[in-house]
């Protein structure tokens, strides 16, 4: 019996020293809060992105734009025109000799397709250099700089007035469109950009009013004002009418001067006829 109320107590015991234990040890820290992380800032508005290459194949000579449309595909045609107009080498000599850049867009194979039957063959060689010039600007433009550009745009085919060589860029959020005033397109791929020079795929041909729109009506001519020789006509008419008056003066003249004569010869026999009488 006695054994059993020690175990007991030695249990007890051992419980209490346990739980003293436990209660002096210090009570775990609270969890401290760690960096509260930065607020994501808003995603930047998406540029405009074209579907195509955005470079074209590195060169260490100069940029051979023929070349790079080649690789590129569908532009045989325009690569054909570029040449046989000689406006590839004006093109390749301008961009390797300036630091402005240039900017082409690039009808395709299946643009000029889509011309009437004629179209080309209807103009002459100077005509189709200039079409071709049409295509093609002095500064390279990226996607970004289609927002700001001042219309219209100046091609190198001179002249951008109304009835002329007109290029008018309107950009987009999705889309940068062209018009030249006969032509409405936008541009479809980028065949081609490096900072320097920009290549623009576009599905139809830019037609400028100079070559396929219909002329301006001619200005009303202005009232005639009178001139040196309106001036020379009418002294000559004046010297006539007094050449007239003069020959009226001098007939009238030598009409009076005979009968005078006759006066005077009848007024002397009748007084050379009074003398004999007496």
């Known amino acids: 019996m006695m054994k059993q109320i020690f175990s007991s107590f030695t249990l007890i015991l051992v419980s209490l020293l346990h739980c003293t234990t436990t209660l ?67 093109i ?30 209807s ?25 700001t550009v001042s219309n219209p745009l100046r091609t190198n085919a001179g002249d951008s007035s109304k009835y002329a060589y007109p290029l008018n860029v309107t950009s987009y959020p999705n889309s940068v469109n062209i018009s030249t005033g006969i032509t409405n397109t936008s541009l479809s791929g980028t065949v081609y950009s490096d900072g320097q020079l920009a290549i623009y795929q576009v599905n139809k041909v830019l037609l400028p009013w100079d070559l396929f729109g219909a002329k301006p009506p001619a200005p009303s001519p202005a009232p005639a004002k009178p001139g040196k020789e309106n001036s020379a006509a009418a002294a000559a008419v004046d010297d006539d009418s007094t050449d007239d008056n003069n020959d009226k003066v001098n007939a009238s003249g030598a009409v009076r001067l005979p009968a005078m004569q006759n006066f005077v010869f009848v007024g002397a026999a009748i007084f050379s006829a009074a003398i004999f009488s007496l």
């Open 24 to 90: 002096a040890q210090p009570a775990a820290a609270p969890a401290q809060p760690g960096p509260i992380a930065a607020p994501t800032p808003p995603s930047p508005q998406v540029p405009l992105v074209l579907p195509g290459p955005a470079a074209g194949p590195a060169s260490s000579g100069p940029t051979n734009v023929t070349k790079i449309l080649e690789k590129a595909g569908h532009f045989s045609l325009f690569i054909r025109l570029l040449k046989a107009t000689s406006v590839a080498g004006q």
């Open 92 to 121: 390749e000599k301008q961009l390797n000799d300036s630091n402005s850049g240039m900017t082409i867009f690039a009808p395709t194979d299946d643009a000029f397709s889509g011309l009437s039957s004629g179209t080309l063959n």
């Open 123 to 147: 103009l002459k060689d100077e005509q189709k250099e200039s079409l071709m010039k049409f295509h093609v600007v002095a500064s390279y433009i990226p996607l970004s700089q289609f927002q």
